[in-house]
């Protein structure tokens, strides 16, 4: 074994690559960002969950004599791992310098790239696909895009961009002439499409990239020993299995690296090193597949997408008797994390690191599986078997042992083998419960012979359910004996009520459930082989999952509309192309200046706490670590103020949350700076009984003031006249921002009299602006920040970024160097705080038709531990109490509750989200009370005619009413209304159900200095023209529509106008962009200074009025006319007056409403989005792609926060959630099987640019329709149980939830514990 590192070699984009010192602790991604300066790849979690990292590997596989292609996330993927490979990123298979490729061209002119930060990587699954699979069905583009989360666009776009490269995407079907559409052959008349599919490249595969013979020639020659060492560890890759035997022997400790998706993963997030790594991808024997008359011996380090193929093509070789538990294991494989970790994550790597809810393991062993594996003492094999699996990650094996193959057996006829699984998320997601099952019987009878049952999720490894197959064996496969079994299962696999992971009476109800669909499908097999006869109940068939086609409607632009003039028109965003070719540039792909440095925040590990003493000195150490920032380190302000409240920059002497910044360190590199951030040691002395819940703030009123409150009509009076009274109550739990790119910012010392250049991934550079001059006490003049784009920001990037861009700010000023921060996933979570969790009391009097005559609603919210924006976020909460409802009698209350969590913030939708689900939800109880449906309370109660609100504002709600009818045609509500009763009478443990939401939403700051804005318009010689102005692009294609709007005013095609970034030394002291008004404001100073500039080229367009654009501009330049100017925008004096509460906090309101379908499995609580219908009044649309990218967007997002989104946090007020393996978004999975949008038709909005309207926030709460449509599913499942009238099922409505709200009978059977005799593992905050 060579003692000097070898030489690894690899390819990257055709070109090769040598590295001598190769750190066996270097990622892929990393050796691309920061080495090859190949920013395209982008770092979204660090741990295989997202697929922003996603690239193409290809390997040259000698035996098979072909090249093998597999998407990979460069996150996990060792670069020591690479040698013989060849690498495509997202540079290698087009640029716009060159040509694009047509994954990138289509999925950038279909608007599936808004903030365009996940863009590299799904064009980089997609391409994968299509190397592998030039015309691939729908089926394979979702499966493919599954591991790649998306938080801009909803994937709809996404979905339709890619579909296009499939053979059935030709045709949508659905054109109102019946004719194709897409094609182009509809009448006269046909509606306008989002994007033109003839102008799309072919796909010609010719063009691609051939695989190095260079690497042909290395992989057919005999495998070498292969050593690198790096700074802390050596990596050895042997040759042989005898090699490997020997190395395992005298390194017992060191792990085998194979697919590194469970050891990196432990390597990076929880601090564990192995100083000795085994790399033994070049042991051939790890890779044999061998069949026999009893099985197939797979070897271990096959990858499950291998083990998938494999066993497909196995199905197709023996009879269906035979190939049970292959079936069950493609089923299981199909589901288990994404294609990227398929493509890497070995069979024996899943096996061996023995996860609790590992999907194969139960089923392996539930099958008669067994191993071969081989030490220095030989081989054996051992059974996988409930013996095998010991503990948390651990096996009966020897540390020395080595996995070598697994024997997956043939069934026999009258054998069963199933697996089911629930997970949080229907893609991508680690299982909450998972089984395999196995029955055999003897021969033509219904008695069983053997049974074996496993799962996992129901413990700290895989479980057998022994005794319960025990008490099946020898016995008749009926009801009766399914209905012992159920009770022995319940004692058997008991779970402790704090047990990790929560969720214990779910997790027990789905140990039954599973049973019972095992015994459905069994039974029916039984039926079919003419052993039962009879009536027996039906299999529950899997979810609907076939994507259809989807519906944008929107207006055509007016026949006298010029075509350079591009308002109204569906423009793709400005930016998509150097998006999807990963050109474009975000804060961290800025290259490395001269002696950067790079900080890295260390954050408090108790919630309330006196700090005694930090230790700094075993960071200061450590290699490449030059210094650690504290408070006294800070030359100015140490504190940053809203409301009369002060937020610490860094933590001086007490700390009040887990996750609050304490100090930071500053290295030569990131990886220093993470390591010398954990070396830091801090000693605390705990202060007693921290606030956490929201009922803990409310029993010790630890709340925030100012507390408001709002009234109209006279309540109690109301109260009195109603027929009837109801009390009720929902909670609602918080969200993460989940933006793609994590805070990002550079802070360049300029040299000379404290001036710094800031490069700072922020909505409001103004706000970073004024927080680094008071922080560094210099004058604002000194800092100038830049915002080029954002990848993602949703709220979550305004006062948090102002606090870690000052601290950065104070490293940099200190070193006089560059300094660098982008937070890792995980801190980004812990630190930056969301959307604020809301508990809602609410009171309601109404009449027997279903009019609300007086309502008071009590809200909660969880500020967390300092005040940030959350007094904004009430107000707006109350402002928005009355969503659509003219109730004449209305009190409602908001409290901010104080608690030791980190502080809450802004969040898209900023309070309206939580609001209008209590008013709607409000709505829903009455009409179960009354047992009326919902939509005839809906309307009875919604404004009409002209129309006042409970804070005195006049409008006219004729839209809203005009959404709702249209709504309800469009969707074909009450046809499929009907349909969905049909569906709930005929069905037991499916169930659908049907909502209708409408909005009203409120757009414009009620701070009235917040409604202006500025632009600075520059024209230079050659005609083309620089538009700056204060808006940030953070994806929601601002700038686009800026630049369409300049192209109106100055008459010439957005060709010659260029946006370039947003920065305080062009347009100072601007407002964050943010309400939905930064199209309002901007657009109008742009217009401004447009029109200024239009009016001085008069005398010359008189003068010459042939003349082009061009000669005007060059003749004023000549004419020493100023060919420069400001334009400004004084909005709209919008107020709110608290003390009487009264005000016009709104330019106007945008309506919508939205239709949506789902059926839920009631035994899981799963659910599926059938279709969605959303008509929307956004007046005159200034880009439709734009805006109903926005709608689809935020409706997604909407659809993560009232279903799926999870915060979870420990009994000590840690955030377990930290990254997307915790924390589910929607996914390609969760978009709605038909999605349809509709512009609402001559709407006109006199109060905004060109009649448009702001559209950025309010449809995400139209994601709640689909809650409300689970709520309805709900409701069907528990009149079966004979359950009617009001319930409560808070939002996230999640499998768990839903399916504890259906109150099935094996919910029935699990007993509770009664809340407070026990600590649980999650704290309801
Ligand atoms: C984002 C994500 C999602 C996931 N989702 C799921 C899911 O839904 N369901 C599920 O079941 N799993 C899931 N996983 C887990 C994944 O399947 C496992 O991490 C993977 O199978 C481990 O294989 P590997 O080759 O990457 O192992 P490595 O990380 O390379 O190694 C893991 C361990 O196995 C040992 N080992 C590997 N091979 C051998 C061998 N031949 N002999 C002895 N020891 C060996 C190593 O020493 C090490 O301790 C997910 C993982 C990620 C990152
Ligand atoms: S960064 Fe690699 S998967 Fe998220
Ligand atoms: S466009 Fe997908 S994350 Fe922004």
Known sequence: MSEVGDQLCFFINGKKVTESHADPETMLLSYLRERLRLTGTKYGCGGGGCGACTVMVSRYQPATKTIMHYSANACLLPVCQLHGAAVTTVEGIGSTKTRIHPVQERIAKAHGSQCGFCTPGMVMSMYTLLRNNPQPSLEDVTQALAGNLCRCTGYRPIVDGCRTFCQEANCCQSNSFGTCCVNGEGGPDEPPLLFDKDEFLPLDPTQELIFPPELILKAQASPQTLTFRGERVRWVSPASLEELVQLKTSNPEAPLVMGNTNIGPDMKFKGVLHPLVISPTSVMEL??????????????????????????????????????????????????????????????????????????????????????????????????????????????????????????????????????????????????????????????????????????????????????????????????????????????????????????????????????????????????????????????????????????????????????????????????????????????????????????????????????????????????????????????????????????????????????????????????????????????????????????????????????????????????????????????????????????????????????????????????????????????????????????????????????????????????????????????????????????????????????????????????????????????????????????????????????????????????????????????????????????????????????????????????????????????????????????????????????????????????????????????KDGSVLVLHGGTEMGQGLHTKMQQVASRELHIPTSKIYISETSTNTVPNTMPTAASFGTDSNSMAIKNGCQILYRRLEPFRRKNPKGSWESWVKEAFLDKVSLSATGFFRGPDLYMDWDKKEGQPYAYFMYGVCCCEVEVDVLTGDYRTLRTDIMIDIGRSLNPSVDIGQIEGAFMQGVGLYTLEELKFSPSGLLYTRGPTQYKIPAVCDLPLSFNVYLLSDSNNPHAIYSSKGIGEPTLFLGSTVFFAIKDAVAAARSEAGLVGPFQLDSPATPEKTCLACAAPFIQKIPTSKPGSFKPWALNI
């Open 287 to 1020: 890779f044999e597949v061998t069949q026999t008359s009893q099985g197939v011996w797979v070897g271990a380090g096959c990858s499950l997408s291998e083990v998938q193929s494999l066993l497909e093509k196995l199905l197709l070789l023996y009879p269906e008797e035979k190939t049970e538990l292959f079936r069950a294991l493609i089923q299981q494989l199909r589901n288990l994390g994404n294609q990227q970790i398929r493509n890497v994550a070995s069979l024996g790597g899943n096996i061996m690191s023995a996860y609790p809810n590992s999907d194969l393991n139960p089923l392996l062993a539930a099958g008669n599986s067994r191993v071969s594996v081989i030490c220095d003492g030989g081989r054996r094999e051992v059974p996988l078997n409930q013996d095998f699996f010991i503990g948390f990650g651990k096996t009966i094996l020897e540390r020395k042992e080595i996995l070598l193959s697994v024997f997956i057996p043939f069934s026999r006829k009258w054998e069963f083998v199933r697996a089911f699984r629930q997970a949080p998320r229907k893609d991508g997601s680690f299982p909450t419960v998972t089984t395999g099952m196995r029955v055999f019987f003897s021969k033509g009878s219904r008695v069983v012979q053997d049974i074996s049952i496993y799962f996992g999720g129901m413990g700290p490894t895989t479980v057998s359910a022994a005794e319960t197959c025990a008490a099946i064996s020898s016995r008749p496969w009926d009801e009766e004996t399914l209905s012992r079994a159920y009770d022995v299962l319940l004692d058997e696999l008991v779970l402790p009520p704090s047990a990790p992971g929560g969720k214990v009476e779910f997790r027990r109800s789905l140990t039954l459930s599973f049973l019972f669909r095992f015994y459905l499908e069994v039974l029916q097999k039984l039926k079919e082989m003419g052993v039962v006869t009879g009536d027996i109940q039906e299999v529950i068939q899997p979810l609907p999952r076939e994507i259809q086609h989807s519906l944008q409607e929107f207006q055509h632009v007016s026949k006298n509309q010029s075509d350079w003039d591009s308002v109204g028109r569906p423009i793709m965003h400005r930016s998509a192309i150097s998006q999807a070719t990963g050109e474009a540039v975000y804060c961290d792909d800025m290259p490395r200046t001269d002696g950067e440095l790079f900080l890295v925040p260390v954050t408090s590990s108790r919630a309330h706490a006196k700090i005694t003493g930090m230790d700094v000195s075993e960071a200061l150490k450590l290699p490449g670590v030059m210094d650690v920032i504290m408070a006294k380190d800070i030359p100015g302000k140490k504190v940053r103020e809203s409301f009369g409240y002060t937020e610490e920059l860094l933590a001086e002497s007490e700390v009040s949350c887990i996750g609050q910044m304490v100090c930071a360190v500053v290295a030569d590199s990131r990886t220093h700076a993470k390591r010398g951030a954990a070396a830091v040691k801090i000693s605390y002395e705990d202060l007693p009984d921290p606030i956490f819940t929201i009922e803990e703030a409310v029993e010790r009123s630890s709340f925030f003031e100012p507390q408001r409150d709002i009234e109209r009509g006279n309540v109690s009076e109301g109260f009195r006249t109603a027929d009837r009274l109801y009390e009720g109550e929902i909670r609602m739990g918080g969200q993460e921002h989940f933006y793609m790119e994590t805070q990002s910012m550079l802070v360049v010392p300029v040299g000379e009299e404290v001036e710094l250049n800031v490069y700072v991934s922020t909505q409001s550079p103004a706000t970073a602006q004024e927080a680094i001059s008071e922080t560094l006490d210099i004058p604002s003049n000194r800092v100038i920040c830049h915002v080029k784009r954002i990848g993602g920001a949703f709220g979550g990037k305004l006062t948090k970024t102002s606090i870690l861009v000052s601290i950065t700010s104070v490293a940099a000023w200190k070193a006089n160097r560059a300094v660098r921060c982008v937070l890792d996933r995980g801190d980004d979570m812990l630190i930056s705080g969301g959307r604020h969790p809301l508990l809602a009391k609410y009171k309601v009097g109404f009449m027997s038709d279903g009019r609300i005559v007086a309502a008071d609603i009590q809200y909660f919210m969880n500020g967390g531990n300092t005040l940030d924006e959350s007094v904004l976020v009430a107000e707006k909460v109350l402002l928005h109490m009355d969503n659509a409802y003219n109730i004449p009698n209305l009190r409602g209350s908001c409290s901010i509750c104080r608690t030791n969590l980190p502080s809450n913030t802004a969040f898209r939708g900023f309070g309206v989200p939580q609001s209008l689900l209590v008013v709607e939800n409000m709505i829903e109880d009455v009409a179960l009370a009354l047992g009326r449906p919902v939509n005839q309370v809906r309307k009875i109660n919604m404004y009409e005619g002209t129309s006042i609100t409970h804070y005195k504002f006049q409008f006219d709600p004729e839209n809203l009413h005009r959404c709702w009818e249209e709504c309800l045609v469009k969707s074909n509500y009450s046809a499929r209304r009907a349909a969905v009763d049909q569906f709930n009478q005929q069905n037991r443990w499916k169930k659908r159900g049907m909502a209708l939401i409408p909005i009203k939403y409120g757009i414009g700051f009620a701070e009235p200095f917040l409604n202006q804005a500025a632009a600075l318009i520059h024209i230079y």
